[in-house]
């Protein structure tokens, strides 16, 4: 089925080709009554990719009680997702208030925890990639859902493709045992998931909107440490989610720990140096 008869477009209704990242084309939907929405497509998805990624963006919605703008599902199907119109981009994403209001929003967002523990209503993807979400009791912690739901399917995954360096998967092995002396004791907090600088934007009014999520009640350093991994958020994000919430002592010294994650993610989409790195910071934390 096309976008067209999905989205039960007219003739005089158009779709622009917009920047969309690396997995989905994306497009603007210019509508016969003037509105637009956003739209994007895979010609061969994971069954329910769409399906769950709208979960995740409505879980986000909820969570966020007004303070940070989640575009609304419009429509989704098994290869498409439509949402909203963010606004045309041209606030400054940099600027103090967007950044600060982005750092209090999330720090909320990270708040709301669940009964359950840590894990979610279903699983979803990250990118293309399964993200398993099964239930990990609070009182097993982070530790056993990081590295159980997180860091060993996809090394599973990056140890059948062969993408690490000789030795690599018995160091992430290493640091999987390990954990429960690295990372701190905290509570589950719903979590964006997918959250670098390409995941967020504002709009003209400099307003700040996340989107393309990887939702989990998950441990919130898990996404601060995420943050950081490409380039990085301005400083008064930082500043701000933390005087709503501050951070346990040693933060910095985990960062690269929780890393493990979004390059093992990246080295099983990309190849590339993505092992390496892997490797590397494996070594740090479990030589063996």
Known sequence: MS??????????????????GDINEAFRVELSDGSR??????????????EAEAAGLAALRDASDGRLLVPEVVSVGPSHLALEWMGDRGGDAASGPAAERLGRGLAHIHQQSHPRGFGFAEDNWIGTLPQPNAWVAKESGASTFFAERRLLPQLELATSSRVLPVGAAARVEAVCARLDDLLPEEPSGLI??????GNWTTDHAGRPWIFDPAVAFAPR???????????????????????????????????????????LVHANLFGGSYGTQVDRIARRYAPV
């Open 192 to 197: 964006h998931g997918d959250l670098w600088g």
């Open 3 to 20: 976008l067209h008869e999905a989205l039960r477009l007219s003739d005089l209704d158009r779709l622009v080709p917009v920047s969309g």
């Open 37 to 50: 929405l956003f739209a994007k497509t895979h010609a061969s998805p994971p069954a329910g990719m769409f």
């Open 221 to 263: 350093e898990q996404e601060l440490a995420f943050t950081q991994l490409f380039g990085g958020f301005p400083a008064s994000f930082y500043a701000a989610y933390r005087e709503v919430w501050p951070l346990a002592p040693g933060f910095a010294e985990r960062v690269d720990l929780w890393n493990l994650y979004p390059l």
